[in-house]
């Protein structure tokens, strides 16, 4: 069984950064593909990045050049980097993980991708 817990979440100004981590337990071979989320209240839940078990990383346009996925495989961590960022940023932010190589994940989501493992969330507030 496969466990995710987030951290790192917090209220902030735009510009500041904030770095989420997500603690990954349970077997390797269901978290192949890793991914961050996030959603607002009313709003679907979309794809902010992904990455592979050979690092390679798709980030969605809106946080191109500002945000960086990682994982520490040491650790089993997963990380999200989220510099200068902005008040349409706020949300909760969720990690979640897949059994399934992620080779055709594109822009910070998979399309038909299943995503079976998620954690419990984070919340990021930025104020302007």
């Known amino acids: 069984q496969v466990e995710l817990v987030e951290s790192g979440g917090g209220s902030v100004q735009a510009g500041d950064p904030l770095r989420l981590s997500c603690v990954e337990s349970?077997?390797?071979?269901?978290?192949?593909?890793m991914a961050w989320f996030r959603q607002t209240p009313g709003e679907e839940r979309a794809g902010v990045a992904t990455?592979?078990?050979?690092?390679?990383?798709t980030y969605a346009d809106s946080v191109m050049g500002r945000f960086s996925i990682f994982r520490d495989s040491a650790k089993n961590t997963l990380y999200l980097q989220m510099n200068s960022l902005k008040p349409e940023d706020t949300a909760r932010y969720y990690c979640?993980?897949?059994?399934?190589?992620?080779?055709?994940?594109?822009?910070?989501?998979?399309?038909?991708?299943?995503?079976?493992?998620w954690g419990q969330g984070t919340q990021v507030t930025v104020d302007s």
């Open positions: 979640a993980a897949s059994p399934v190589q992620c080779i055709h994940c594109v822009s910070g989501t998979c399309p038909s991708h299943v995503f079976s493992a």
């Open positions: 990455i592979s078990n050979d690092g390679s990383a």
């Open positions: 349970g077997d390797s071979e269901s978290r192949t593909c």
